[in-house]
C-alpha cells in the first residue's frame, strides 16, 4: 500500500483538530533503525505510517560516511538484519559502499519508499496530552501529527569539531571524516589528520597510498587488533547462496566472536577479566608485528587504558603505516592552527595544503539523541531531563512522561555485536507497544514509573560489573562516557538477553489510556 503524505491545509486542520493525526506512527529517519521498523510496522499489517528522512537518501551513517577505506569492524555476516542475511559480502568485514546498496536493497525488496519522506527535517516534536497526538514541526514550518513516534536519528549523525583555536583561520582545504568531499584530489599533497580512533585507523593506511606527507596528530591511542579479513571467494558465494544453513551457521560463529570480543569483555570484566586482558596482549603483538624494532612508536601507539574502555578496532595496515618515512605521528598536543598549518605546543609549525578533522560525533550530548527537540507531559526537552537527571531509558526504548515514543538508540540500548540487532530488539519492543494499545483502544501508551525505577537501577547495579568502572578509563577520552560519568551507550546484558526480554517483557509495565477528545 502507498501511503500519501501530501494534504491540503485545511485537512491536515481539520484532522489536527478532531484530534485524529495524521500517521498513527511517525518513523523519523530512513537508516538502518527506521527501515527496520518501518518493515516489522508491515510485518504486523500495520500501514499507517511514514518515515521522514532529512537526507536525500537510505542509508544513515552509510550513507553519509564516504572517507577512503571505511569499513565494517564487526563481520558483515553478523552486521545485518538477521531476517535479511547476505551471501554476497565482497568481505567478510565489508566495505562502505556495500552496507549502502545493502540499505538500498533493503529498502527496494521490503517496499519501504512509498512510505519515505526524504529532504525533511524534524526541529521539534511536542506531545498534545488531551488528544494523545504528537504535534511534530518540520523545518520548513510545517505540522504534522502522530499518535506514536519511533526516533530513528542513530548516533553518528552529528559530526563533532575539535575545540581548537584557530580552526576557521586555516586557509586551505578542511573537511570532516563524516562530510567527505571526493572533489578534493589529496595526490601529492601534505596532509594533516587531528584524530586517531577507528574513522582513523581505517582512513590513514588509505591516505598514506597518495599524500606527498602525512601528519597524524594522537591525543589518546586505541585499541586495534589484528583484522581476519579477506574476501569472500566465489565458491564460498555460491555455497552461502545455495545451502542456506551454511549462512546460517556462519552468522552463529561470527555472532560468537562479536560477542566475546565486544559484549562479554566489556560488561563482564569483573567475572572474565581474562578477556580483555587476552585482547589487550593481542593489540600489542599486532602493534609490534606491523612495526617492529620501532619501540619509540610502540611508547606512542599503546594504550594506558584498558582495553574496552574507548571502542576498539581492527586492522591490519594502520600500524605499519607510521613505518614510512613520511608519515608523522604527532603527540605533541595542538596549540593552534594557523592559516597554513598546526602549531604545536613546543612551537614548531607543521605546514599542510588539507587538514582532515577525524574527531568523531556528537553522541549522547543534547541536540543529538534525539536531533530535535521532544517535549513531554512534563513540558521538558527530553535531552534537557537527560542532561539533568541522567541518561536513562527502559530497556533502551522508552522514558516516562514522554508517551508514545520510542528511541531505537535510547540510553543503555546498544548492543555490541551488531547494530543491528539492536535495532531487532528495539523496533520489536516499539511495536508491541503500539499493537498492544489499538489492542486495547487506548491512545496513550506510558512505561510506568516504578517499573522504569526498577530498570533503571538495576542497571546500574550491573554497570558495576562492567569495564568501564573497573579497568582505568579515566585517561580514555571515551564517547562511551557522558556528563555525568555514566557509561550509557552500551547495553549491560547479552545479545540474547536482550532479545529474550524485547520479546517477553511484560505488556503490563505499561499503562493504557484513552484520549476524552476522540473522533
Known sequence: MTVSYTKSINQTSNEHQSGKPDYEVVIIGAGISGMGTAIRLLAEKMDSFIILERASGVGGTWRDNQYPGIAVDISSFTYSFSFEQSPNWSRFFAPGKDLHNYTKRVGAKYGLYPY???????????????????????????????RHIVSATGGLISPKDPDIKGLDTFEGEKLHTGRWDHNIDMKGKRVGVIGTGATAV???????????????????????????????P?????????????LSGLRVVTDLFSEAVMVISFLYYKQAPWIAQSAEKQGVQNMQKQLPNRQDLWDKLEPKYGFGCK??????????????????????PIDCIEKDGIRTKDGELHPIDILILATGYRVFEKGNLPSYEVIGTNGQDIGEFWEQERHQSY?????????NFYTILGPYSLLGTSY????????????????????????????????????????????????????????????????????PMLRPSTTWEAAWRSRTFSLNNYSYTKAKVMA
Open 116 to 146: 519515505m519522506r526524504f529532504n525533511t527535517s524534524v526541529s521539534r516534536a511536542e506531545f498534545d496530552s488531551v488528544n494523545h497526538v504528537w504535534k511534530i514541526t518540520l523545518d520548513e514550518g510545517e505540522i504534522m501529527t502522530a
Open 202 to 232: 581505517q582512513m590513514v593506511p588509505e591516505l598514506a597510498k597518495e599524500v606527498a606527507h602525512l601528519d597524524v596528530y594522537q591525543r589518546t591511542p586505541i585499541w586495534v587488533l589484528s583484522k581476519p579479513d579477506t574476501d569472500v
Open 234 to 246: 566465489a565458491w564460498l558465494k555460491s555455497a552461502l547462496r545455495n545451502v542456506p544453513l551454511l
Open 311 to 332: 571502542r576498539p578496532t581492527f586492522s591490519n595496515e594502520y600500524f605499519e603505516t607510521y613505518g614510512r618515512d613520511y608519515v608523522d605521528l604527532i603527540t605533541t
Open 395 to 403: 530497556l533502551g526504548c522508552t522514558v516516562p512522561k514522554y508517551p
Open 420 to 487: 543491528f540487532k539492536t535495532v531487532e530488539c528495539n523496533s520489536l519492543h516499539a511495536v508491541r507497544c503500539i499493537k498492544e494499545a489499538k489492542k486495547r483502544n487506548a491512545t496513550c501508551v506510558e512505561v510506568k514509573p516504578e517499573v522504569h525505577q526498577e530498570y533503571f537501577e538495576e542497571i546500574h547495579k550491573r554497570q558495576a560489573n562492567t569495564i568501564f568502572m573497573n579497568h582505568n578509563c579515566g585517561t580514555a577520552n571515551s564517547y562511551y562516557f557522558d556528563v555525568h560519568g555514566d557509561a
